[in-house]
């Protein structure tokens, strides 16, 4: 496991920022910064995604996500909240339901979204919304 914070280091953030300026003008984004941050997985020097199928991968960044509340949980005795965006895409239903559960036993506080309501069907522990020309539906 790698981490990489979004910028080089060795060159430091505010430089790197400064020489991007124009550039990120013109692209209307910034390349550079905390935003830009990731950890890159490996198996033999290889990152995941030349292992592992995309639903993996999801997979694998789900468990860290939930690796991280925990740690946060017993470090310091209060629940986070867990905010996840299309958690379906990528992943089959078996998964998905398994996922689902586990963060359920977290008991932290959950916002799922996802792009077909059908995919994330609310159980008895949770609440569905449904946000529609800017209004908010409560799912049945």
């Known amino acids: 496991m790698e981490y990489y914070p979004g910028w080089d280091e060795a060159v430091g953030l505010k430089s790197q920022l400064q020489d991007a300026w124009f550039k990120d003008i013109k692209r209307q984004h910034t390349s550079v910064g905390p935003q830009r941050a990731d950890i890159y ?36 005795d209060k629940n986070s909240i867990l905010l996840i965006d299309d958690l379906p895409s990528e992943l089959d239903d078996e998964n998905r339901q398994y996922f689902l ?29 449904h946000v529609k020309h800017g209004g908010l539906e409560k799912m049945l």
């Open 101 to 129: 559960h586990l963060v359920a036993n977290t008991k932290s506080q959950s916002f799922i979204t996802a792009t077909n309501r059908d995919l994330l069907q609310p159980a008895s522990y949770c609440h569905g919304f």
């Open 41 to 76: 997985l490996r198996i033999n020097e290889t990152n995941l995604d030349k292992w592992c199928s995309r639903g993996q991968q999801k997979l694998a960044a789900a468990a860290l996500l939930l690796a991280q509340l925990l740690f946060l949980k017993a470090n310091n």
